[in-house]
């Protein structure tokens, strides 16, 4: 189900389908699935089928609060990922609610910060065509307090995972815009890199940094891409020399003008 036509007025018509089809588990954005509870609890509702067993997130934060009304609304316990593109670090809740550091995945070590986090720092164990050592992730977590899970695995906890928090964008429309990076993607070697800029109003600008090759045919299919996730609104494509980045040394892939 598409999470990029998600609004106030076609929501309940997403919980119906769930509950018509009764899916055993729901995988989810943490905004989207967010967006659904937080129609249902407008409602004084809770969702109704039978064979739902849990929630899946991953892809952005999941905020405590999120969590709570998601359990409340669904009735069942929502199971958290975090993992990243680089493929050097995985964290998974169990059926406890803890988070726990899969260290057969990637080696991970704890970098201390002056707030009290820590940042994730990973190796690569499970990819010898690009192996990554001591790779800087800029995302943090609250370390756990080093007792054992009443789950049973072995796996070390963390109290959460603090990055990464994803832009969502509400349209005059009402639609709820998130996790726009797929329309970058197979773009081969021609398209270095892309950012979504949003300038209000239902206008959006592509930004591309172009590699050799790159023309008129790949902006058209680009804007095809993002019509067809965002339909509706206007959207140009802008060749830029560069995106700049945060101090973490990443950029948000969906940008706000001003």
Not at 114 to 139: F, I, K, S
Request: with cysteine; hydrophobic share 40%.
């Amino acid at each position: 189900m598409s999470s990029y036509h998600l609004s106030q007025a076609s929501i309940g018509a997403y919980i119906d389908a769930l509950e018509s089809y009764d899916p055993v588990v729901i995988q989810a954005y943490p905004s989207s699935i967010a967006a659904l509870a937080s129609w249902l609890d407008a409602g004084s509702a809770h969702y109704r089928g039978r064979a739902l067993r849990g929630v899946l997130t991953s892809s952005e934060t999941l905020e405590p609060g999120v969590r709570a009304l998601v359990e409340t609304c669904f009735g069942v316990p929502v199971f958290d990922w975090y993992g990243q593109a680089e493929r050097v670090v995985a964290i998974g809740t169990c059926e406890r609610g803890s988070y726990h550091v899969l260290t057969d995945y990637g080696g991970v070590q704890l970098l201390p910060l002056d707030d009290g986090g820590y940042e994730l720092v990973g190796t690569t164990l499970n990819n010898p065509a690009m192996p990554l050592q001591h790779y800087r992730l800029g995302d943090r977590v609250l370390p756990g307090d080093g007792a054992p899970c009443a789950c049973g695995r072995v796996f070390p906890t963390v109290q959460a995972v603090l990055g990464r928090q994803e832009r969502s964008l509400v349209l005059p429309d009402g639609r709820i815009v998130t996790r726009l990076d797929r329309v970058f993607r197979g773009r081969d070697r021609k398209l270095v890199e892309g950012q979504v800029l949003y300038r209000g109003d239902g206008r959006f600008s592509l930004r591309v940094v172009a590699g050799e090759g790159f023309g008129a045919a790949d902006e058209a299919a680009l804007t095809a891409a993002f019509l067809l996730r965002v339909p509706g609104v206007e959207v140009d494509v802008v060749r830029v020399p560069a995106i700049a980045r945060g101090p973490n040394g990443k950029f948000e892939f969906i940008a706000v003008e001003g």
